[in-house]
């Protein structure tokens, strides 16, 4: 092949190697996947992210292996490298199905059940849950039998819970490390709300309080 027809006439008339083209068609793809990457995260950031369940903590709501997705705009999603929170469109209510960010160690995520708020006090007895003395009749903690496993869930004990935090459960009381053990959600640690399972597409539903 000889270098006159090695060389293409782009629209601007000047002629380019073939070398050239390539180069200007990598730099092409490199700068789409970036700008691909930018909006993934700023979603992922700031409306939904995966999350793949890990444990059996959460059944029968959640199952080992469930894949979900986690609304953040409900609560507003968290301003990255700050403890502070744009505004979200919906209050958190008792029985949602939340992720947060461990107490314990920043790098782990947990997904458990609110069942609490700062001020108020938490006791199980019998195997029912009481907030502030008074039973919890929703369907979500009627179905479910609580153990007095734990510092934070003795018989007999009412726990306060802090301001600023929130008390969670696991709908699996036998075989969940939740609040019982290890104590409060600050509010701050909250990643959003499970909305619904995408995977496996024969467990595909939206997690609801029941």
């Keep these: 092949m000889t270098e006159k027809e090695n060389k293409i006439v782009p629209k601007d008339g000047q002629p380019q190697s073939k070398k050239d083209r390539i180069k200007a068609e990598i730099i092409e793809w490199v700068e789409s996947l970036f700008i691909a990457f930018i909006i993934a995260m700023f979603i992922r950031t700031f409306?939904?992210?995966p999350f793949k369940i890990p444990s059996e903590s959460m059944t029968p709501t959640l199952i080992k292996h469930d894949r979900l997705m986690v609304n953040k705009l409900d609560y507003g999603p968290k301003v990255p490298f700050t403890k502070k929170r744009i505004?979200?469109?919906?209050k958190m209510k008792r029985g949602d199905v939340m992720v947060f960010v461990f107490p314990g160690d920043n790098k782990r995520d947990f997904i458990k059940r609110l069942v609490a708020f700062g001020g108020e006090t938490v006791e199980i007895n019998d195997g029912k849950l009481f907030i502030n003395g008074r039973i919890i009749e929703e369907k979500w903690a009627q179905k479910r039998y609580y153990y007095n496993f734990g510092e934070y869930a003795q018989s007999g004990i009412k726990t306060k819970v802090p301001e600023g935090n929130v008390f969670v459960l696991g709908d699996n009381s036998a075989s969940s490390h939740d609040s019982r053990y290890w104590g409060f959600?600050?509010?701050?640690n909250i990643v959003g709300r499970a909305e619904f399972i995408f995977w496996?597409?024969?467990?595909?539903?939206?997690?609801?309080e029941n």
Aim: zero cysteines; a positive charge; hydrophobic letters at 45%.
């Design 200 to 208: 496996p597409f024969k467990r595909i539903r939206w997690i609801n």
């Design 87 to 90: 505004p979200g469109f919906k």
């Design 47 to 49: 409306f939904i992210q």
């Design 185 to 188: 959600v600050p509010e701050v």
